[in-house]
Structure formats: C-alpha cells, structure tokens
C-alpha cells in the first residue's frame, strides 16, 4: 500500500507539464515536439490506468480485510464470548442461541421457552434486569423489538456482593429494663439470684446465636456479630425478649429487655454510636422492643416486639433534671413559642399552657400557636373559656401572626407530639432552629434532626402529666399557676387517662391531686370533655357499623359521604373497647378536611401502636392513630386489615 498517492501523483504531473512546456518552446522542429507531446500523454494514460487499478486493488484488500475481521468478531460472539445470547420468534418460541447459553437453555421445552419470554419481558417492563436459570443468576439486556435478549453470568459476583454483605460488622447493645425497679428492696441473696437468671438466660441466648457478648454491667450487655447472625435473629424474631418476659412472669418478677442493633459497612465507632441511639429510641418507647437500623446515612429503624405495655420507669430525680435543664434553655434563648399538634386535643392545650406557665416563672416572653380553623368540638368550648380569661387570652397567636413575629434565637416547644409532620403549621416549625420537645407518645421513625432538649416518657399518662411535674419544681410562693392553668392541665390528663381509669400510675394522681391544690375545677372539666346529643348520635351510628376482625378485635367504618372530627373517631373506639370481650377497636373515618383516619385503641393485651405505625402512624400501645391521604373508606380499611393481619394475627399463629 502506497503512502501519499496524492502527493506522487501531483508531482509527477508537474513533472510531465514542465517536460511538455519545454519541449514546445525550446525544441526548434515541430515534429520533435509533437512526438515528445504524444509520448507525454501515453505516458500519463499508461499511469493513470496503472495508478487507478492500484487504487482499486488497494481499496479491495480492505474490504477483504475488513470483512475477516467483521466475521472473526461475529464467530467469537456467537461462538466464544462469555455472554448468552438469544432470539425468539413472534410466539415467543426460541429461534437461536449462541453457545454461551445453549447448554442452560438445552432441556427447555417450547412451553417453558415460552414462560421464560414472558417472564424476562415482565421484568424488563418493572425495570428488573435480574433472571434466574437453574443455579446461574444472570444479568439481562433485553430488546423487544427486535427479540433478542443479551444476558451475562453474576453468580460470581453475587456470591462475593452475598458474602460481603454477611460479613458485615454488626453491634448491639441489650439493656435490662426496670433493673433498678426490680432489685429495690430485694435482698443480696435475692439481687444474685436475679443476676443468674438474668445472665444465664441471655447467656444461653447469645450462645445459640454464636455471637460475641460480654456483661459490661448490672444491667447492660454488649454484643458483636456479623450479618447472618443477625439474619436468624431476625428470622426468629428475636425470641429472647418473649422468653425472658415470660420466665420473669413465673418467677413474679416484672423483667423484659430492650436492645438497639446496628449494622453496615461504615466504620465500627459510627455503627457503635448508632447502636447506642437505637436503644435509646427503644426506651422511649416503652422498652420490651428491639430497634434495628442499618448504620448507612438515610436507612430507616426496624421494630421488633413490642408485646407488652411500658412500665413507668421516670423518676422525680429525672423530672427534676428536666426542670433544671428547660430552665437553662429558657435561660439561653429568646420568645417562647409553644405548639402543638394538628387538630388539637385537651392535652395538647392543657400542656401548651401549661409550659406557658413555666415561661413565665422565667421572665419569658411567650406565645401559644392555634389555628382556630382546625378545632374539635372539645376544644372550640375550650377556647370560648379561654377567651373571657384575659390573660390566657393575650397569648393565643394564630400560624400566620407567628411567623411574623418569630425572630432567630427564639424557641419552639412541641407539645404532645414529636412528629415534624404534625405539626399545626409545618412551615412554622421549620423556621426554627431551637426546638424542645415534651411528649409522651412512643418515638417513632419520624423524629426532629436536631433539638435542645427532648423529654419524651412513654410510661407517662399525658404530656399534661408531665408539664405538670415539672411545673411543681418551680412552683413557690410568689410563682403560682392560675385556677384556669390548673383546670386545662386536669382536663388534659382526664381525657388522656379516660377519666383515670387506663394509663394512670401513683404518679398521675400525685400530680392531679396537685392541681387540685391549685384549683382546679373538676366540673369546668367535665364540661369541656362533655359530648353533645349530635356526637352521641354519631357514635352510636358509628358503633352500629362495626364488625368483627377476630373473636376480640372489632372494626368501625363510616362512609366517604360522611365527615366526622377525629375526637369522635377517638369515641367511638373507646365505647366499643368498653364492650365486654374487646381487646381491641380501630375506628375508620373521614375528617372535615378529606384526610382519613384511623384511631385505635386497646385494652393492653395488644400492642395497636405497631399497627398504626405500619399505616405511617404512632402512639401507645394501648391508644394510636394514624391519617391517611389520597384514599378512600373501603381503600384505608383494606390496608388497616392487612396491617392487622400482619402484625397481630401472624403474631398469633406463631
């Protein structure tokens, strides 16, 4: 093959233009130039044909070459490369198949070809690229409209991913609760055969599992395994925390465990630290539970059990830290801004007003934000007493006046919930950048990134209770609540207690016989929690609408025609839990502003919290709810049923 032809070629012409201008001018005889001028032209005509077969020949050898490349890649494709090919005809039959793939697809019928067309179509419209055959896993590359599909061997690959991912690290922390409970007024003999117990049965426990413990104190554990391990604790649903209850119930001692476990790929001090936050959480929310949570920044908490009520565990040593603690985030900050959730109930308001007391033993400056718009019946003869009550009134302040006034450094205190999404205004909440937060329902997955101070008690009756606590450690004689303080206060234990009688504790009397001290007026009280003959009615409709789930469980639904306020939904599941043999009621209805909802209640022989948490809601475990949006009636009942199916019935059969 020539290099340059082009540039040979152009010199060779300028070379015979030259011979030929020469020839005409400097020869003397016109013969001699005519036979020099036609010798010139066979000369060009001679190269020309030369140069252009040349050329051809040239341009022929690539096309030979060009073609035995093309086939030796055709062949190695077909015959060699490590990826399975396959066509198939109009009715999905196979019409070929490299070598690649033939023998794992050689024993399939026409029938079976058929199926595995099918399927690989399905999950290419799912957006699945993954195909199982035989013991091989492939990945797949599939063209409809052209019918072949291209797949690639990763079983290699996922055994390595597989193995990887078993050999994670995984660190948990188990914590015995009420410890302290137990052991007080036992003595040594009886604290050191409680101590056995208590490590030989965890000890057994962990020893099944082959995982790495050690006792680090009385009543803490640390434990280091690896991710299959945690797969079988899973798989077996953690079964030492039903164990442990129930040994502990024969020997009458109250004893249950909470863990907090972690895993991943992140290093071991940040998987510590979230193990360490797990357990928390699982305090929070009653202990008896296990909370599992992959290390990896975004992955979301798992719960598992749950089975029994929380046993009060706060003390007055803690309630007094609190008090200490909210005093110097009073001391700390600006405005007092205090909210609670949407569509407020009795102790929402009880206890807003109640830390509007506190603000103002410190000098504070403080609002209590309201939509009056979105009002249960309760509450709107709530507000009516409140607004002849100058003082109180004075510190109601709607959403839109909040953000006006709101300026950095100020504070925002939740009340009764924890949940962003709750709130009565969620832009509101997000202006602010310190956040305190009283509740008494169990954490759940939704939780502020950032607070100065929580104090969340789940054993607690109500967040009433709790303000109330910590308003009697700055109580003194020249700082002392209203009558009216006091009275919205009991009003918000009284509704969250169903008048004393589920959730209460020595410590809830002590604080409502406190109050009464204060002057709280008990018939005020059963006024504002009094239900109209209207509501009765509805509730009675509401009742009559029910139908059983199991032999102990009840369902009530309204119609989506029909608009109810969620307090009556809250009625309606306590009439029907007080129903003799009922376990457990879930009330379904539809809310003034469209939103479905749910309120579930028990007798604390169900756990209704973790139902209502699988339909992205929360509470106790005896009283939860939840909202849902974009359904209807017959849609949110069939999802609480398989929630309940799932959770409690399964629970059962196992």
């Not at 699945?128 to 599909?149: A, G, P, T, W």
């Not at 709107?380 to 959403?399: M, Y």
Request: aromatic share 8%.
């Amino acid at each position: 093959m020539k290099k340059y032809p082009s540039l040979k070629w152009s010199f060779f012409l300028l070379c015979l233009l030259l011979i030929q201008l020469t020839a005409i001018f400097l020869l003397p005889f016109d013969l001699l130039k005519a036979i020099i001028v036609i010798l010139i032209d066979v000369l060009l005509w001679i190269y020309t044909i030369v140069l252009r077969n040349r050329v051809e020949i040239t341009n022929q050898q690539k096309i030979n070459y060009a073609s035995r490349r093309a086939q030796e890649a055709l062949d190695y494709v077909s015959d060699d490369m490590p990826v399975g090919i396959i066509t198939w005809d109009e009715k999905n039959t196979f019409t070929w198949a490299n070598p690649a793939i033939t023998e794992s697809i050689q024993q399939l019928t026409k029938a079976d070809q058929q199926d595995m067309v099918n399927e690989l179509l399905q999950r290419s419209e799912k957006g699945k690229s993954i195909y199982k055959i035989n013991d091989v896993l492939y990945h797949f590359d599939l063209n409809q409209e052209k019918r072949i599909v291209y797949l690639i061997d990763i079983t290699k690959e996922y055994v390595l991913e597989n193995r990887e991912q078993q050999q994670q690290a995984v660190v948990g922390i188990l914590s015995v609760d009420n410890y302290d409970d137990v052991i007080d007024r036992r003595d040594d003999k009886e604290i050191s055969n409680l101590n056995s117990f208590i490590t030989t049965i965890i000890s057994d426990w962990m020893d099944s599992y082959r995982i790495f413990y050690k006792r680090v104190n009385a009543e803490r554990f640390f434990l280091f395994a690896r991710y299959d391990d945690l797969e079988k604790m899973i798989e077996n649903n953690f079964d030492l925390l039903e164990h442990i209850r129930t040994s502990a119930e024969k020997q009458d001692m109250l004893i249950t465990v909470s863990m907090g476990i972690s895993y991943g790929t992140e290093s071991l001090e940040v998987i510590g630290d979230e193990a360490q936050n797990n357990l928390d959480i699982a305090l929070v929310r009653g202990g008896d539970q296990v909370v599992v949570k992959n290390a990896a920044e975004g992955q979301k908490p798992v719960f598992y059990g749950g089975n029994s009520a929380s046993a009060a565990k706060r003390t007055r040593v803690r309630s007094r830290a609190m008090s200490t603690a909210l005093k110097n985030v009073f001391n700390q900050t600006g405005n007092v801004f205090v909210m609670g959730h949407r569509f407020p109930d009795m102790d929402a308001i009880g206890s807003a007003f109640g830390v509007a007391c506190l603000a103002r033993y410190h000098d504070k400056r403080v609002h209590v934000i309201i939509n009056e718009n979105e009002t249960i019946p309760d509450v709107e003869r709530c507000l009516e007493e409140i607004h002849q009550n100058g003082e109180l009134d004075n510190l109601l302040l709607s959403p839109e006046n909040a953000k006006k006034q709101r300026k950095a450094g100020d504070l925002l205190v939740m009340v009764d919930y924890h949940r962003p999404s709750l709130s009565i205004d969620q832009e509101l909440y997000e202006q602010f950048e310190n956040i305190v937060i009283i509740d008494h329902h169990r954490r759940g997955e939704e939780f502020p990134e950032k607070s100065l101070l929580t104090y969340i008690e789940s054993s607690a009756s109500s967040a009433s209770e709790l303000v109330t606590e910590l308003i009697q450690f700055e109580s003194n004689e020249r700082q002392r609540m209203s009558k009216m303080e006091a009275t919205l206060l009991l009003a918000g234990i009284t509704v969250d207690t169903k008048n004393f009688a589920v959730r209460t504790t020595a410590r809830t009397f002590d604080v409502a016989s406190y109050l009464k001290t204060c002057g709280a007026d008990a018939s005020l009280v059963q006024y504002l929690l009094s239900t109209d003959i209207q509501s009765y009615l509805e509730i009675s409709k509401l009742v009559g609408e029910s139908h059983y789930v199991r032999e102990d469980i009840v369902v009530a639904t309204g119609t989506d025609d029909q608009e109810y306020d969620s307090v009556t939904a809250a009625k309606t599941a306590d009439t029907l839990l007080s129903m003799v043999d009922i376990n457990a009621a879930f009330v379904i209805i539809k809310r003034t502003d469209g939103v479905i909802a749910i309120s579930a209640r028990s007798s604390g022989t169900i756990n209704v919290q973790m139902v209502m948490e699988a339909l992205g809601g929360g509470g106790h475990f005896t009283n939860a709810a939840t909202q849902l949006t974009n359904t209807t009636i017959a849609e949110a009942k069939e999802q609480l049923l398989e929630a309940i199916n799932k959770q409690l019935m399964e629970g059962t059969e196992e």
